[in-house]
């Protein structure tokens, strides 16, 4: 069976299971969003072709939020701003004091390639983090925050479907986080455990479970600090978090175990959960863009924003105008409530690629 007859079999099967559903998928009422760090020239024309395409949000850097004449423009063409925030993967914090790095269970330090994570159990970084976000809501009023890489250390963009479980990386494994699960828990490790593989082996043996907790209050007690106190300055702020795009069962559910995102209990303080469903750069169908959403909604009965690649990334093998169309398709199942682009950086050096979104979410 071809992915289109996947993706129609989708559709009536979500008919069907979504018809006594209340979930509003009006047109209005949908966000179609795409993910933009920087633009070089005037913004009124960019506003107008997203207007054209469709393009009703926008998911900007910290920098293009801080520019007055983007802000003005995109609020008089009535666009959402949501300003994306990364909490753990923080190069500059780390450069200064590498002693922020997040330990492995091995011992060395959380880095592979690019991706760099802070400890997330570090006290004096989680207020910085937070007084920087609270800074930029009072300076710039933006309609929304979008929290990315708000969970532990994994490069998921290279976690393909036959990685097996025990080969992905557990964190954080420094004095201070063992030290303070062990106060949080009341697990006392042995003394006679002395190095950090010995330390991270006997918890992972005796008490995951424990540990997978800990790991989890760290991300939503973050996430719940940074929304409560947005919410004090501006009480109708919009939040999304960026989710891992692991269903509940995949690498024995790796989506807590590793990545510590407990989505269940992080969804009561979001408007929005976003999982990065880059399905060609994970080398899986456009079935299993819709599969990750309906999974994410069933845990969460929450509104789910699939977030779908416009260009290759990471393989070499070229994304096709039909391969995306087809993951824009299965992205705007129900119970998605829309749909988000990374990034307009790509999506605008391919015109067919445009004329592809324009022709589906004016449908």
């Known amino acids: 069976m071809n992915s289109m007859r996947i993706i129609v079999s989708a559709i009536l099967t979500s008919i069907l299971f979504y018809s006594c559903n209340q979930f509003n998928t009006a047109e209005n009422s949908r966000i179609i969003g795409v993910k933009i760090y920087n633009h070089q020239g005037s913004f009124n024309p960019l506003f107008r072709e997203w207007q054209s395409i469709g393009i009703n949000t926008a998911f900007v850097s910290e920098e293009l939020l801080a520019n007055k004449a983007f802000r003005k423009g995109a609020t008089d063409k009535h666009i959402l701003i949501f ?3 990364p909490i753990f993967f923080d190069e500059d914090a780390l450069s200064q004091n590498p002693d922020l790095y997040a330990i492995k269970s091995n011992g060395e330090r959380a880095v592979d390639d690019w991706v760099k994570f802070v400890c997330p159990s570090n006290p004096d970084f989680r207020k910085r983090k937070i007084d920087g976000i609270l800074k930029l809501v009072r300076d710039y009023n933006p309609d929304g925050l979008s929290i990315d890489f708000i969970r532990h250390f994994v490069y998921w963009e290279m976690v393909f479907p036959n990685t097996q479980t025990v080969d992905l990386p557990n964190t954080c494994f420094d004095p201070s986080c063992v030290s303070k699960f062990q106060e949080h828990s009341g697990v006392v490790v042995p003394d006679s455990l002395i190095k950090t593989q010995q330390i991270s082996s006997w918890i ?16 939503t007690g973050m996430v719940e600090e940074i929304v409560t106190k947005a919410r004090e300055i501006n009480p109708g702020i919009l939040i999304n978090a960026h989710i891992v795009p692991w269903r509940k069962d995949d690498f024995e559910n790796g989506i807590k175990k590793i990545a510590g ?40 009965q929450s509104s789910i924003l699939p977030s779908i690649q416009v260009k290759e990334a990471y393989l070499t093998d070229t994304l096709s105008s039909r391969e995306f169309e087809e993951n824009l398709v299965s992205a705007l199942l129900p119970p998605s409530k829309g749909v988000v682009f990374w990034s307009w950086e790509h999506l605008d050096q391919d015109p067919w690629k445009k004329e592809i979104i324009k022709n589906i979410v004016s449908k």
């Open 83 to 85: 300003v994306i925030l």
């Open 204 to 219: 992972l043996e005796y008490h995951r479970q424990e540990w997978t907790a800990w790991k989890c209050d760290l991300i």
């Open 261 to 300: 995102q407990d989505v269940k209990t992080i969804s009561g303080f979001m408007d929005f959960l976003s999982p990065m469903t880059y399905s060609h750069m994970v080398k899986q169908n456009a079935g299993w863009v819709h599969s990750v959403t309906e999974d994410l909604f069933k845990q969460t």
